[in-house]
């Protein structure tokens, strides 16, 4: 879950969700202070367990300035895929006495899509008010709040314990059951045509030809798990 607030303070422009919202006042902050974005960022990174949006966006520094959210939403994106995840949606909540957001929603949703290179239906934002009560209701800041679900692509999926052992233990019982027939084969061709020398001869040559097929079936079945 990824949490974020920002003080409302005059001759600052509103930038919520990617868009700016025309406003009194504005959120204070050492970017932007898109609070719904934030939150989203937080949200993605410690889904992936990589820290918060300050470890990675630090305010000590000049580089993140001002700087427009969505760059960060976008780098946020790219750092959980260099860790094997993408991003499968996202439910986030603002908290907000003034400006009316319900009807920018839709605009948001479009902006932060794009952003992150997903659907419009895997991003759902709601707008409620807090009845007047605590800082939100005194319009002294804006909060938002943001869950999400990344999804695993198979690299990162390769990586998992769990999956490992089972891919260990597949090419085992894989490479023993090829064993078994290959041993097996002549023995049961013997057995049932009888002991001949030229035969017998086939079947060790198939015998001593399994050794190489198993060796090469294992390495195959590995590189593929």
């Known amino acids: ?22 406003h009194s006042m504005g959120l204070l902050g050492h970017s932007d202070a898109d609070v ?24 000590t520094g000049q580089e993140f300035k001002d700087v427009d959210s969505k760059i960060l939403l976008r780098k946020t994106v790219q750092l ?34 794009q952003v992150m ?3 419009v239906d895997d991003i759902s934002i709601k707008a409620t008010t807090t009845e007047k ?36 233990a597949a090419a085992t019982i894989v490479c023993t059951v090829m064993s078994m027939y290959f041993l097996a084969a002549p023995m049961a061709f013997m057995i049932v045509h009888g002991y001949d020398g030229e035969k017998s001869t086939n079947s060790r040559i ?10 090469m079936a294992a390495a195959i079945v590995g590189f593929i798990l």
Not at 1 to 22: A, K, N, S, T, Y
Not at 146 to 159: D, N, S, Y
Request: aromatic share 10%; proline share 5%.
């Open 1 to 22: 879950m990824g949490f974020d607030v920002h003080r409302l303070v005059p001759e600052r422009e509103l930038w919520l969700g990617g868009i700016r919202l025309e």
């Open 80 to 113: 959980i895929a260099s860790k094997g995840y993408t991003v499968g949606n996202i439910d986030a909540t603002v908290c907000a006495e003034q400006p009316k957001l319900k009807p920018h929603i839709p605009q948001m949703q479009e902006c932060l899509a």
């Open 117 to 119: 290179g997903i659907d």
């Open 206 to 215: 198939v015998n001593y030809l399994a050794y190489p097929v198993i060796l």
């Open 36 to 59: 719904l974005i934030h939150a989203i960022c937080d949200a993605l990174l410690g889904a992936a367990n990589m820290r918060d949006i300050g470890y990675h966006f630090p305010d």
């Open 133 to 168: 009560l605590g800082f939100t209701g005194r319009q002294e800041g804006i909060s938002a709040y943001a869950t999400v679900l990344i999804t695993a692509t198979l690299w990162a999926f390769r990586k998992n314990t769990l999956y490992r052992n089972f891919a260990g």
